[in-house]
T-cell receptor, first 115, second 109 residues
Framework: GAVVSQHPSWVICKSGTSVKIECRSL??????MFWYRQFPKQSLMLMAT?????????EQGVEKDKFLINHASLTLSTLTVTSAHPEDSSFYIC???????????FGDGTRLSIL | DAKTTQPNSMESNEEEPVHLPCNHS???????IHWYRQLPSQGPEYVIH???SNVNNRMASLAIAEDRKSSTLILHRATLRDAAVYYC??????????FGKGTHLIIQP
């Protein structure tokens, strides 16, 4: 149990376009979902925390107007990278958990490449 | 999140036990200790977590020091598929887990 699905697994697009990434908890309801990004040979960096039905909380240095997060239901959160540029190219990973003090379960990530 | 300290890399032989150490001296009394592992180009995989008592599951065992300033992840019989970056994290509550650099575990056949 505790499966998190992320879609798409990879995307290549032109500079200036917006890209939406979906994160779904398939077999549990997630009170909280998280978005991370990871650059090559580096660790995961937490971008934002999202609770169902409320606005996301962004980590310092993460532009909320650049990375739009919507958590419309207990099983779905989306991350939209608006007007993406080459420096936004990265590996984006979501996670979800059932409740406080429960483990986070991660999706398989989305490889985003902006040309 | 509590800051954790792990060795950059460790090497072990296939079919032998592996003990991965982690220091978390600043952990609070309510912070759980979490272990995850990550293969290249994949999201982290949950391994185990605990608060005070030692924990066992089908993947591994977690031994937590009595003062909770350190813990050890134990893989009882390593296989080549256990080669990964292992992350020890201290956390809980509303915040997302903060990842450090982890330990790169190398398994020799």
């Amino acid at each position: 149990g505790a499966v998190v699905s992320q879609h798409p697994s990879w995307v290549i697009c032109k500079s200036g376009t917006s890209v939406k990434i979906e994160c779904r908890s398939l077999d549990f309801q997630a009170t909280t979902m998280f978005w991370y990004r990871q650059f090559p040979k580096q660790s995961l960096m937490l971008m934002a925390t999202s609770n169902e039905g409320s606005k996301a909380t962004y980590e310092q240095g993460v532009e909320k107007d650049k990375f739009l997060i919507n958590h419309a239901s207990l099983t779905l959160s989306t991350l939209t990278v608006t007007s993406a540029h080459p420096e936004d190219s990265s590996f984006y990973i979501c996670s979800a958990r059932k409740g406080v003090d429960q483990p986070q379960h991660f999706g398989d990530g989305t490889r985003l490449s902006i040309l | 999140d509590a800051k954790t300290t792990q060795p950059n890399s460790m090497e072990s032989n296939e079919e032998e036990p592996v003990h991965l150490p982690c220091n978390h001296s600043t952990i609070s009394g309510t912070d759980y200790i979490h272990w995850y592992r990550q293969l290249p180009s994949q999201g982290p995989e949950y391994v185990i977590h605990g608060l005070t008592s030692n924990v066992n599951n089908r993947m591994a065992s977690l031994a937590i020091a009595e003062d909770r300033k350190s813990s050890t992840l134990i893989l009882h019989r390593a296989t080549l598929r256990d080669a990964a970056v292992y992350y020890c994290l201290g956390g809980g509550g509303a915040d997302g887990l903060t990842f450090g650099k982890g330990t790169h575990l190398i398994i020799q056949p």
